[in-house]
């Protein structure tokens, strides 16, 4: 029997990839946003999607929808957004802020799971943000948990992934049960300098980009994320795996029936010439001076990819990277390919809600040497299962947040991108901050 694990603040499943890679079954998904819902169940197809936020949610409500019934589950994990900072007089856990992790915490509790993972950002550890932290230890201690301290930051760059991310990670228990310990780094990727310089001790940005064709070869990106093509050339052993050319690839997850000559997730953005001169002109491993991009070394890592904000917030994309050899940022595929997503995983159409479910995730190698902990202090050995899993509808990858919300019979948080229809929205070029820069210096 495979574990049972619970998603919350699901996103696209960064974290549901690597516990399912670990050798866990994902019985629900929960997520508030009904756009990454509909990636997630694309990619997903047996786990429930529960498309609530937490705050309306019991431990039944998700019992049900999993249907698992009463059996047990062996650990829940998520990142809850909070701001962590302390009132005068007040606990921080009591911040209305903070309700989603306590939310996090309760759910934990109702569904009795042995084991928890909690992560955030690493800010939580520093400053007055670390009072929150030590009171959540405590609420979990008054919830039944044990929690695993001192806590630690860790860093996707030290566990397979060719990015500077840094997470902070909870690990908890049930009291009785055994604590799981934090993962060996495989690497020792130790601060931003190595970016700049261009070390690393793990994969770079060439094992993880090297094979791929350049989007702007193919005209039929410009209105599309996806294009057949025989292209790409012999990868790296990073690139190899993500193209799972071998059985081991797939670690102990559910192999996907996936159709390899698509190249996908890679719309293309077209940018000015003035600004491909001004991503040719600048440095690997430095920022270019006007929009700020930073461009990948090849031998290095990528820095932090970021998920920009939603709809409720403005709708501002993050910046995405310049490609160490193209003179244009990455597209969401290599996004994909730097964080340690697999090829067969795919992203809503758009590049807009495709970077931002990317710079939302946890990098699935993270997640994965994660949950290998979770599962040995569980005592059970992971299994390969046989079963190759059909990938869901694509239509599933175009949904817009009122058509997802549709899809999934809940209400749609307003949005300014989303007024726009999903088609129109692709055929349009990609203005990002870049542009605003340079028409500040050439307008």
């Not at 009785?176 to 601060?191: C, F, I, Q, R, W």
């Not at 050319?245 to 159709?259: E, I, M, V």
């Amino acid at each position: 029997m495979r574990p049972i694990g619970i998603d919350l603040f699901a996103g696209a499943g960064g974290l549901s990839l690597g516990f399912e890679q670990a050798g866990f079954d994902i019985a629900a998904a929960v997520e508030i946003d009904p756009v990454h819902c509909a990636v997630h169940k694309y990619n997903f197809p047996k786990t429930a999607v529960v498309p609530l936020s937490v705050e309306s949610l019991g431990a039944e409500q998700i019992r049900k929808a999993a249907g698992i019934g009463s059996k047990t589950v062996d650990c829940v994990f998520g990142g809850a957004p909070c701001q962590g900072f302390s009132l005068i007089g007040h606990r921080a856990i009591d911040d209305p802020r903070n309700k989603l992790a306590l939310d996090f915490v309760r759910i934990v509790s109702e569904l009795k799971a042995r084991m928890f993972v909690f992560e955030n950002v690493k800010g939580l550890t520093v400053g007055k943000h670390k009072d929150f932290l030590k009171e959540l230890v405590v609420t979990f201690g008054e919830f039944g948990y044990d929690v695993r301290v001192p806590w630690k930051v860790l860093n996707a760059g030290n566990f397979g992934a060719p990015q500077f991310r840094e997470r902070l990670i909870l690990f908890g228990c049930r009291k009785g049960e055994m604590m799981p310990d934090y993962p060996a780094e495989k690497t020792n990727l130790s601060g931003r300098k190595k970016i700049i310089a261009g070390l690393a001790d793990g994969p770079t940005c060439i094992d993880a980009l090297g094979d791929l064709p350049d989007a702007d070869k193919f005209q039929e990106l410009l209105n599309s994320d996806a294009v057949k093509t025989s292209k790409l050339t012999k990868p790296s052993v990073y690139a190899a795996e993500l193209r799972c050319l071998t059985n081991s690839a797939w670690h102990f997850g559910y192999a996907r029936d996936w159709d390899r000559s698509l190249l996908t997730s890679s719309a293309r953005t077209e940018h000015t010439e003035i600004s491909r001169r001004r991503f040719a002109e600048t440095e690997p491993g430095s920022v270019e001076p006007i929009s700020r991009f930073f461009k990948l070394p090849n031998n290095g890592v990528s820095n932090t990819l970021r998920a920009g904000t939603d709809g409720a917030r403005g709708a501002f994309t993050s910046p995405r990277p310049i490609h160490y050899r193209h003179n244009r940022c990455v597209t969401v595929r290599e996004m994909a390919r730097l964080h340690g997503f697999p090829d067969w995983f795919r992203f809503n159409v758009t590049k807009w809600h495709g970077a931002r479910q990317i710079g939302n995730a946890v990098p699935p190698p993270l997640a994965r040497a994660i949950a290998g902990e979770v599962m040995k202090a569980l005592g059970i050995e992971p299994t390969r299962p046989k079963q190759t899993l059909a990938l869901g509808n694509e239509s599933l990858l175009s949904l817009d947040l009122s058509g997802a919300a549709t899809h999934f019979g809940v209400a749609a948080p307003p949005s300014r991108r989303d007024k726009k229809s999903g088609s129109k929205k692709r055929k349009q070029v990609d203005i990002e901050r870049e542009r605003l820069a340079e028409h500040a210096v050439h307008g």
